[in-house]
């Protein structure tokens, strides 16, 4: 209920999963999960879901589930703590396991910190009990906890290790996983903050590869190719993503900026006023509707665009851009043409 009241814009977003393609991939996540405990390597901050799930990967995921939970079964009488800590493990992951799916991710590591206890109650106390009657126990034991301490610490610092900036972040991610879109969007972006436009835009590419109708791959790659003065391959882009979004403000406002550069201002405006009309307090598209008029001559129609922004950016006290448009405006404002005088 918690995740249905919380994230039900992004549930509604993914019905078109079918139920047995939720399902399947759940079983594949309980399975996936339990490796990652046993083996904490090759973790990503995106696994993306799937586009076709092996029937052989979700069976061989099921069977494992079925064995773990016939085990513990067996021997709830010897053994209750196996019992409970399977069933903490199974009941706890539900609500994220992805039956209501949530995002784009088949799964994510952050899911796993409290099912997890129900797994360490297993080993912890099935291992005291297993090993009850061994005359040096604690010492076996205690020198095993250690060396598997000492391995998470090891693992841990490894794994913060690509967390040191975006570039490292989504590179590894990109080597842990495949076909992954957003990591490939997200390299991009990184690429793009230190001006490797060639990679940025490779990446921006090979995210379209995976996902042609990816909304923010296009606008990135449109971006970059406007950057680089190559407007009619951002046009393209700009183009592809009102075809697959005809609302999307920000596909209006930068294909209007786009025509504006090439000069066509009549079909610019016509973007701006889309723009407007879908987000009426949007102080750039206020901005550049008004200077694409101006441009045109129509100062009598500009200048009301650039006192909107005005009032805009001071209600929200943005002290450098209302100075920017006051400039403006007054330069405009003193363009009109005066009445002449009988």
């Not at 019905?15 to 079983?27: I, K, P, T």
């Not at 586009?51 to 067996?74: H, M, P, Q, V």
């Not at 570039?167 to 969007?185: F, P, V």
Request: with cysteine; charged share 15%; net charge neutral.
């Amino acid at each position: 209920m918690v995740t249905i009241l919380a994230q039900k814009n992004e549930i509604s977003y993914h019905e078109y999963l079918a139920l047995s393609s939720r399902a399947g991939n759940a079983l594949v996540a309980y399975a996936a999960y339990l490796g990652q405990m046993l083996y904490p390597a090759g973790l990503a901050v995106f696994y993306p879901y799937p586009a076709n799930l092996s029937i052989w990967n979700i069976c061989l995921s099921l069977l494992i589930i079925l064995i773990l939970s016939a085990s513990a079964l067996a021997v709830r009488r010897k053994q209750p703590c196996l019992l409970v800590g399977w069933l903490w493990y199974l009941g706890m992951l539900v609500p994220v396991i992805g039956l209501l799916q949530v995002g784009n991710q088949a799964r994510a590591d952050r899911y796993t910190y409290l099912p997890q206890i129900g797994l360490y109650m297993m080993v912890a106390w099935g291992a005291a009990e297993l090993c009850g009657g061994w005359r040096y126990r604690r010492a076996v034991l205690g020198s095993a906890a250690a060396a598997i301490i000492a391995g998470l610490l090891a693992s841990a610092y490894v794994q913060t290790g690509y967390w040191k900036d975006n570039i490292s972040l989504w590179t590894h991610t990109l080597a842990c996983t495949s076909e992954n879109y957003l990591a490939h969007m997200n390299l991009g972006l990184a690429l793009d903050d230190q001006g490797k436009l060639p990679e940025a835009i490779g990446h921006f590419e090979q995210a379209l590869q995976i996902k042609p109708d990816y909304i923010d791959a296009h606008m990135n790659l449109g971006a970059v190719l406007a950057d680089q003065g190559k407007l009619p391959g951002a046009i393209e882009h700009y183009e592809r993503v009102l075809q697959i979004k005809p609302d999307y403000i920000a596909a209006h406002y930068s294909f209007g900026t786009v025509l504006a550069n090439q000069g066509k201002l009549p079909e610019a405006i016509e973007h701006f006023e889309r723009a407007l009309q879908i987000k009426p307090d949007y102080i750039d598209a206020h901005i550049n509707l008004g200077t694409a008029l101006a441009n045109q001559g129509k100062l009598p129609e500009a200048i009301p665009h650039f006192q909107q922004a005005l009032n805009l950016a001071m209600a929200k006290k943005n002290t450098a851009l209302t100075e920017l448009i006051r400039t403006q405006l007054k330069l405009y404002q003193g363009a009109l043409p005066h009445p002449q005088t009988p």
